[in-house]
């Protein structure tokens, strides 16, 4: 039996996992390559792919070596390394990482995530009435795949630096109202009292930067 008389179920496999093999060698070789532009690759090929068998098997090779990449990472510093040091005999042992292989966070949300939250909220003042105004009328950028506002780009604006600017872009897009007032809601435990929040006033636009002087 030659090559190309093998089933073409066996050539999809193994060209899967060649394709595998060259994507978790770019990942460690070339960390300029972040590992969202690495990911593109498979995304066309299971969105585009004809064959609903060779998706289901592209998907489950994705997500095995995905694993196998995510364990060793986590694991490289506390485990893997000083089990390899005392195997070998070798207390300088080091394992090769890559600082762009997971997102800052990704380990951080799979290993303690707290039960406090907080977030920032904008008030418009209309005639000594205060009206919660909706993050993504603030921003009016739209962003690929995923919600700005929900991975907490609002909160740029509490700090202090920036109230001048928010301010004035505030009194330009909205000038129906007469002032603005940016707040800090925060929950204490979601867990145990979800409906339970202090909040705290971070600063007032009109004491910072008044109308007047944000009109063109």
């Not at 093998?6 to 060209?15: A, E, K, V, Y």
């Not at 780009?153 to 330009?172: H, K, W």
């Amino acid at each position: 039996m030659t090559f190309d008389d093998m089933p073409i179920s066996f050539c999809q496999i193994l060209g899967l996992l060649v394709f595998f093999t060259v994507w978790a060698i770019l990942i460690f070789l070339f960390p300029a390559f972040r590992i969202y532009t690495l990911t593109i690759p498979p995304i066309l090929i299971v969105n585009f792919a004809k064959e609903q068998r060779l998706r289901d098997c592209f998907i489950n090779y994705f997500v095995v070596i995905w694993l196998f990449l995510f364990f060793y990472y986590n694991t490289r510093s506390f485990l893997l390394e000083p089990f390899l040091r005392g195997a070998f005999r070798n207390p300088t042992l080091t394992l090769e990482g890559n600082k762009f292989l997971f997102p800052p966070a990704g380990p951080i949300m799979f290993y303690n995530v707290n039960s406090a939250f907080g977030h920032h909220r904008v008030l418009g003042i209309k005639n000594e009435e205060a009206f919660e105004l909706d993050p993504h009328d603030i921003y009016l950028t739209r962003t690929f795949f995923y919600d700005n506002v929900h991975r907490g780009v609002l909160g740029e604006i509490g700090d202090l630096s920036n109230a001048p600017s928010f301010c004035y872009t505030m009194y330009r897009r909205m000038p129906e109202f007469d002032d603005f007032v940016v707040t800090l809601r925060v929950y204490p435990s979601l867990t145990t009292s979800r409906y339970v929040y202090r909040e705290k006033l971070i600063y007032h636009c009109g004491k910072i930067l008044p109308k007047v002087q944000a009109k063109p």
